[in-house]
């Protein structure tokens, strides 16, 4: 009876893990293709694609927040330390 919760369980997890792999590497692609190959192309008569090519939010969104996630992990980095030795 263990040996099934095991197997079960151990199929949920692998399970999860391919879907989020998954979904992460939609969004990346598409990510990809908002910010660097749409501005590549030439222009399209579809609006959908068209409104992606004349977006510059997502081209500068990324390149800015670099700058925060560093700050943002340095400061996790000194809060963890101060923690384990106060």
Request: proline share 5%; glycine share 4%.
């Amino acid at each position: 009876m263990l040996a099934l919760r095991e197997f079960v369980d151990s199929n949920g997890r692998v399970f999860w893990g391919w879907f989020f792999l998954i979904v992460g590497s939609f969004s990346f692609v598409f990510f990809l293709y908002a910010a660097v190959i749409s501005k590549l192309l030439p222009p399209s008569d579809n609006s959908v694609i068209q409104a992606i090519q004349n977006d510059w939010y997502y081209c500068f969104l990324v390149p800015l927040t670099l700058p925060i996630l560093f700050v943002a992990v340095y400061f996790h980095w000194l809060s963890m330390k101060l923690f384990k030795h106060a």
